[in-house]
């Protein structure tokens, strides 16, 4: 197997696990040709881990585009969900925008 | 990426040089990849005399038409444009319209409509021939011969720019989105610069990315309409207590690995790939233009592949993460799948793989050209697996109760 982690499209700042991987091990992934990443945290199938440095209010890029913003800075191979996103479209109060 | 995507489309392209896909040449200019003789009961009350007809004569369907009387005016309205919409889709030689008599959806409104196609049509009413028996009588031998003349429909070169793709994701998983989906943008985004069709749906699915397919329109007119749809599914559910956007993603998205309402979306909306929004359509309207198309149907698998199959589809592209056997009268429906298990325990149903991206083994890319392959194939004649096992799901987008 080549591939640990999928990049969608060039511009991400994610890459999306295509199997479980362990905390401490390499990440293997395609992104402007083959790159390597250690991982911070375990990562499961189909979850989500920084693949370069992502700083507190930025806007988390996957499909080359928003799907979040970061409510605290994100170091590369630290795993990317809801525990350190927000989402900018589906709160209620952001409801109308 | 687009030299190299072009490039390795040339190869696969001198093919189907090499093995030309013909198409079937209808009257109003359109080209159809099938030859179906359609049956269509314009109410529930006719469907079965319908059925009986098109099960006795080869190369005929029918449709399970539970709809056309009994509705709204608007609602029956849908209803009117999808059947007529599914009669003039080119991949249809002739049509029967089979009424009972009193129903809303009149027989004769309906071949009319059908009619203006330019295709062979006729209709039969129950209650004139005097009961089933004899409308099955007069009715076999029309579409008997149907069948025989539409062998001798002309065949014309069949190009890229001829097609209509209908795009579908149903029963997603986490692969969906980071496999099978992709795929179909890939080759979606192929269709576009060809100057053929694919037609992104399900307005359900948009919820949570619409503003960025809305950035994508060609003009505020475009936008604003396919905005207009979005807001509607959404304020329907409101008016009934759900809040659509606040429940998304599930608990089970979230265990999977999907984070966001946003994230979520764009993995459907994925499947539209990366052209321009050329134009927003009602549930089995028509395009008038060429490109990417958003029709307005809702996430039902079985009412959207029939809403765009009523907007003049050919074939369907189907992506399933769980595994559905669903297909559709008059189109083949290519199954594909991102999930190696799911592949595996419904390859009888399920045409095509991509798993090889989720074991790191393969790109979208080279997806893409494996399923353009099949696409290429299927339009050249190759049975799809929901064609060659006959199912013919069918259902209409309803917007009010039944009267």
């Known amino acids: 197997m080549k591939y640990d982690a999928i990049v969608v499209n060039e511009s991400d700042s994610v890459a999306t696990a295509l199997r479980d991987l362990e905390a401490g091990k390499n990440a293997r992934f395609a992104n402007k040709g083959d790159r390597e990443i250690n991982l911070r945290d375990a990562v499961r199938f189909g979850h989500k881990f920084a693949i370069r440095d992502i700083q507190k209010g930025e806007q988390i890029k996957k499909y080359g585009e928003t799907i979040g913003r970061a409510i605290c800075d994100i170091p590369p191979g630290s795993c990317v969900h809801v525990h350190n996103v927000e989402s900018l479209r589906g709160r209620g109060d952001n409801a109308k925008s | ?403």
Request: charged share 20%.
């Open chain 2, 1 to 403: 990426m687009q030299n190299h995507r072009k490039s390795s489309f040339l190869k696969l392209q001198g093919n189907i040089i090499r093995n030309k896909i013909m198409g079937f040449l209808r009257p109003d200019g359109r080209k159809g990849l099938r030859n179906h003789v359609l049956v269509i009961p314009s109410s529930i009350c006719a469907l079965h005399v319908a059925s009986c007809i098109a099960s006795q004569v080869e190369g005929t369907v029918s449709l399970q038409n539970h709809y056309g009387c009994g509705q709204l005016l608007p609602d029956m309205e849908i209803s009117l444009r999808t059947l007529a919409g599914l009669g003039t889709n080119p991949n249809v030689a002739a049509v029967l319209v089979v009424g009972l008599g009193c129903e809303g959806i009149q027989a004769d409104m309906l071949a009319n409509r059908i009619a203006l196609s330019g295709k062979p049509v006729e209709k039969i009413v129950i209650q004139e021939l005097g009961g089933t028996l004899k409308a099955q009588e007069k009715g076999l031998r029309i579409v008997r011969n149907f069948a025989q003349d539409a062998a001798m429909t002309e065949r014309v070169p069949f190009e890229l720019s001829d097609l209509v793709l209908g795009l579908e994701c149903g029963g997603s998983d986490t692969t969906s989105g980071i496999a099978a989906n992709p795929v179909i943008g890939y080759v979606s985004d192929i269709l576009a610069e060809q100057g053929g069709s694919s037609i992104l749906s399900e307005t359900t699915e948009m919820i949570g990315a619409e503003h960025l397919l809305a950035k994508r329109a060609v003009s505020d007119d475009v936008a604003e309409k396919f905005l207009g749809f979005v807001l509607r599914v959404e304020s329907d559910a409101n008016r009934m207590g759900v809040d659509m956007r606040g429940t998304q993603p599930s608990p089970g998205n979230i265990e999977g690995g999907l984070t966001t309402i946003e994230e979520k979306s764009l993995g459907c909306i994925h499947k539209g790939g990366h052209s321009p929004l050329q134009e927003a359509v009602l549930f089995g309207e028509v395009p008038s233009k060429k490109g990417l198309i958003f029709m307005d149907t809702p996430g039902h698998d079985v009412e959207s592949l029939i809403g765009m199959a009523a907007g003049g589809a050919q074939v369907m592209v189907f992506s399933t993460g769980r595994g559905t056997p669903t297909g559709c009268p008059i189109t083949p429906v290519i199954k594909m799948t991102g999930n190696s298990k799911t592949f595996a325990a419904m390859e009888d149903n399920i045409d095509l793989s991509v798993a090889g991206i989720i074991e790191g083994i393969e790109t979208v890319e080279q997806a893409g050209q494996r399923l353009m392959k099949e696409l290429l194939d299927v339009c050249g004649g190759r049975l799809t697996k929901s064609e060659a096992l006959g199912h013919h799901e069918f259902g209409i987008y309803r917007i009010a109760s039944s009267l």
